[in-house]
């Protein structure tokens, strides 16, 4: 694996490979889902519809592997609790929202004849939500080294 991929064995651990996927997937389909809601696209609507499940699918690799990865993290305790722990319940939240549209999507294949302004709402607040998640583990990632082995570790969180 070191030959195909060698920038691994620079991070701790595996998530830093799956957390890009749902948030372009995600958003994607938020994208899609307005393109077709405006233009009244079917085939739009359905290539949001697979998006969202394929971002849900994303998403729920992306969570397990944060999860798994959390306890193990070379970060100092300050860190973990300014923005690990807020990243992590942010990201469970946002993973449960869109859980919560795909099961709706999934109701009204491929997108709510009546209730679509609460549907896109709803998306909206998911899309909230990973951007805040997304930027705390940025913070941890460029700010305080949480996904390599760049400098030493820990530091201490810094406001």
């Given amino acids: 694996m070191a ?7 620079h991070v701790q651990n595996y998530h830093p490979l799956f957390v890009h ?13 307005l393109i077709g809601w405006l233009g009244g696209s079917d085939s ?23 999860l798994y990865a959390a306890p193990g993290l070379m970060i100092s305790d300050s860190v973990r609790e300014h923005l ?7 990201m469970i939240a946002a993973s449960a929202v869109t859980g919560f ?10 997108m709510p004849e009546s209730g679509r302004i609460g549907f896109m709402a709803v998306m909206f607040a998911a899309l909230i939500l990973i951007a805040l998640g997304a930027d705390l583990g ?3 990632v460029y700010g305080y080294n949480a996904g390599g082995d760049a400098c030493p570790q820990p530091i201490d969180f810094t406001h």
Wanted: glycine share 12%; with cysteine; charged share 10%.
């Fill in 44 to 66: 739009i609507k359905w290539a949001a519809f697979w998006t969202l499940c394929l971002g849900g699918i994303a998403a729920a690799a992306a969570l397990a592997t944060g």
């Fill in 21 to 33: 996927f749902p948030i372009g997937l995600i958003y994607g389909a938020a994208l899609l889902y």
């Fill in 138 to 140: 940025s913070s941890m």
């Fill in 101 to 110: 549209l795909i099961v709706w999507a999934i109701l009204t294949r491929p």
């Fill in 3 to 9: 030959r195909l991929l060698p920038g691994l064995g």
């Fill in 84 to 90: 690990l722990d807020h990243h992590k319940h942010l």
